[in-house]
C-alpha cells in the first residue's frame, strides 16, 4: 500500500492508503514476525503502553517491510477526528508524540485513521516521517526493534467496540473489532483470535472534509458500534422467520421479542435483508452466526467477513456484527436448550490491538507468514480505584489513613 497525506492546520497530518507503486528489483527472501505486548488489565482515566515488536529470521535483509498496529481510539474515532478537524488537535498530538522517537531503530511511526468504516487508528511504522510512504530502514538478517505507544481510556463513555456474552457463565467471551478494512484478507492474513466483522461502508453522499465521520456513518449501514454512546444491554433470541431454514431471518420474524439482540445464522439471502427484518421486528441489534464461507479468508469455521448491505441495508440503523461457525453456534446450542443467554453490544469490557509486517515489493518473499501478524487484548477494570484502610483498625486516628491508586 502506499499512503497519501492531508497536512492541515498546526502542521497535523492525516492520512489514507491506496495500492503500493513498486519497482522491480532484486527478490530478497525474509522472515518477518511482529508481538504486541499491553497489560493484561487496564483501568479508566490510567495511561498504559502498547509496545511493538519486529524482527527478521532472515536468510537475506529485508528492504521493503512496514509494520502496522491497529487499535479503536479508546474515546471512540468520532471525538478523535472531531478534535482534529475542529478542535485543536490535541488528541492526535498527544497519541502521536506518545510514539514518536521511540523506536529503537530510529524508524518513525506515523499515526493515522481508517477511512473507510470510521472505528479504528493505526500506526504504520516506516523508514523516516515523510509524506511519501517509505520503507523500514533495511532490517538485517536476526535484526529486531520495538516501538511503542501510549493510551488512556477515559473515565467517560469509554470506546472500545467489544461485543461480548455475559450469561450463562460458561459461554462469556468478549469479541472485538479490528482492522476492519479488511486490508490484511488482501494479504491473505487473519488476525490469530476471534473476532468480530462488520458492516461495509461506500463514500457517495457528503463533503468529506466537512464531518469525516459523519460523513462516512452516512454511507455506511448499520450502527457504528465503536461509535454507540450508550452500551446496548439485552438478551439474545432466536431468529424463526417461518421457512424452512427459520434461523436464517429471511422473512418476517415469527413472536420475535422486541428489545432484544436477534441471533441468527448466515445463508438464503442478503447481510442486508437480515438486518432489516430484525429491525421491522423490534430488535436492537443483530448477532450474525457465519456459516464458514469467507470469499478472500481461506474458508473455515474461525473465519468472518465484512457485510455488504445488498438491496435493504441502507435502512438498517441497528448494530450488524458477525462472529465464525466455532463462536456463534455454542450461544445458538444454548438457547435451543432453553438457557438464558443475555450480553452488550458496544461495551468497553476489553482493550485490543493488532499488529502485523508485510513486505511491499513483489519480489520480495516471506517464507512462513504466520508470525506475521499478531493482537492481544486487555480487561478493562473500572478505575482508578481508591482503596480505604480505617486508620481505626491500627490504633492510628479517627479518619481513612491510606489510599491506593
Known amino acids: 500500500m502506499k499512503k497519501l497525506s492531508l497536512r492541515l492546520a498546526g502542521g497535523l497530518v492525516l492520512a489514507v492508503l491506496t495500492p503500493f507503486l ?73 497519541l502521536q508524540d506518545s510514539a514518536t522517537g521511540t523506536d529503537t531503530n530510529g524508524n518513525a511511526p506515523l499515526l493515522f485513521w481508517d477511512d473507510l468504516n470510521c472505528e479504528y487508528t493505526f500506526f504504520q511504522l516506516q523508514g523516516d516521517d515523510t509524506p511519501e510512504a517509505t520503507p523500514l530502514q533495511p532490517l538485517a538478517a536476526g535484526g529486531s526493534g520495538t516501538f511503542t505507544y501510549e493510551l488512556t481510556l477515559p473515565m467517560e463513555a469509554p470506546r472500545t467496540g467489544t ?9 462469556a467471551h468478549a469479541w472485538t473489532l479490528v482492522d476492519s478494512g479488511s486490508l490484511w484478507i488482501e494479504l491473505g492474513l487473519a488476525t490469530p483470535y476471534n473476532r468480530y466483522s462488520s458492516t461495509t461502508c461506500s463514500k457517495l453522499v457528503g463533503t468529506e472534509l466537512e464531518d469525516v465521520c459523519e460523513y462516512i456513518s452516512d454511507n455506511c449501514w448499520g450502527a457504528r458500534i465503536s461509535q454507540i454512546d450508550t452500551p446496548i444491554e439485552a438478551r439474545f433470541e432466536l431468529v424463526d422467520d417461518g421457512s424452512a431454514d427459520p434461523t436464517h431471518g429471511c422473512g418476517a420474524f415469527v413472536g420475535f421479542t422486541p428489545g432484544n439482540i436477534a441471533l441468527l445464522r448466515r445463508g438464503s439471502c442478503d447481510f442486508g435483508a437480515k438486518g432489516f427484518n430484525a429491525e421491522q421486528a423490534g430488535a436492537v441489534a443483530v448477532f450474525m452466526v457465519n456459516d464458514g464461507r469467507c470469499s478472500d479468508f ?11 448491505p445488498g438491496a435493504l441495508g441502507g435502512m438498517v440503523t441497528i448494530p450488524v456484527v458477525q462472529v465464525s461457525v466455532n463462536d456463534g453456534e455454542p450461544v445458538i446450542a444454548a438457547l435451543e436448550s432453553g438457557s438464558l443467554v443475555t450480553g452488550v453490544v458496544g461495551s468497553a469490557s476489553t482493550f485490543a490491538t493488532d499488529s502485523v509486517v508485510f513486505l511491499t515489493d513483489s519480489a520480495d518473499v516471506d517464507p512462513d507468514q504466520t508470525n506475521d501478524i499478531t493482537a492481544t487484548t486487555s480487561v478493562v477494570a473500572t478505575g482508578p480505584f481508591l482503596i480505604f484502610i480505617d486508620g481505626f483498625e491500627s490504633g492510628d486516628t479517627g479518619e481513612w489513613s491510606q489510599t491506593n491508586p
Do not use: H, K, Q, W
Request: net charge negative; proline share 9%.
Open 298 to 308: 481461506p474458508d473455515g469455521d474461525d473465519c468472518v467477513l465484512n457485510m455488504g
Open 163 to 171: 461485543v461480548e456474552v455475559n450469561e450463562p457463565a460458561r459461554l
Open 22 to 94: 513498486t519497482l522491480p528489483a532484486e527478490s530478497v527472501e525474509s522472515d518477518l514476525s511482529v508481538t504486541n505486548t499491553a497489560p493484561s488489565s487496564v483501568s479508566l482515566g490510567v495511561p498504559f503502553t502498547v509496545t511493538v515488536g519486529y524482527s527478521n529470521a532472515g536468510p537475506d535483509t529485508a528492504v521493503s517491510a512496514y509494520v502496522n498496529t491497529n487499535f479503536i481510539p479508546p474515546m471512540g474515532l468520532d471525538v478523535f477526528l472531531d478534535n482534529f478537524f475542529n478542535g485543536d488537535g490535541s488528541m492526535y498530538t498527544a
